[in-house]
């Protein structure tokens, strides 16, 4: 998979492609992920890339002209399969919609400042609007960089036991069980018993247990879509 990045505030991607599970993706060349700046793009002495927004109101609108030169620049390079845009009216990301987009090979991530950009790059280029919660970033770097995070981790050979992602909370709809390591007991606390009994049927049952009364108590909403999911399969 190759991502590549348009923002007027490179600096603040520069740390979480380099470590970690991220790094490691990039270095077995799994993943690659490509920071542009934006103003590179712009023309004229000022190199300006926003302006007042028509209408008037405070706040400035990234330039559709600047954004357009360099998503065509890119295009040149490769096809992309999904051109998103970061933004608080975007559909709130998912795990089923990482999974989706975990599947494409070219993946453009264009970043909003200020107020935003301007409309007609959305109306003309962008394919996917995305918002990773309903509240308000100064851009959409941070953003980006949770999206790029949880597409790159589902890739194969990212993790380093293949299965764990299956088990994430959200992958079958459910918040994922508790976890313990050693000592057994800690501050007076023990680890459940059947944890430490070898039996998998049994550890299996009581984890999705675990799981379902985690997801009832602290998502109702996730509960109720796990409830009637449950109504029509065979599970
Ligand atoms: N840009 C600013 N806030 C955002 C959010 N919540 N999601 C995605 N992009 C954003």
Known sequence: MHIDIISVVPGLLEGPFSHSILKRAEEKGIATVRVHNLRDYATGKQKQVDDYAFG????????????????EALKQERD???????????APFSQPMANAL??????????????????????????????????????????AAVVADALIRLLPGVLNDE???????????????????????????????????????????WRFEASVRRTQERRPDLYRKFEEGDENSTR
């Open 102 to 143: 975990s599947l494409k090979k070219n993946i453009m991530i264009l970043c909003g400042h200020y107020k935003g950009v301007d409309e007609r790059i959305r109306t003309q280029y962008i394919t996917r609007e995305i918002s990773i919660g309903d509240y308000v970033l100064s851009g959409g770097e941070l953003a």
């Open 80 to 90: 992309y399969d999904e051109i998103l845009y970061m933004t608080p009216d975007g």
């Open 56 to 71: 008037g109101g405070a706040g400035m609108v990234l330039m559709a002209a600047p954004i357009a030169a360099c998503i």
């Open 163 to 205: 299965t764990s992602a299956l088990t994430d909370s959200f992958q079958d709809g459910l918040l994922a069980p508790p976890v313990y390591t050693r000592p057994a007991v800690w501050n007076g606390e023990a680890v459940p018993e059947v944890l430490l009994s070898g039996h998998t049927e049994h550890i299996a049952n």
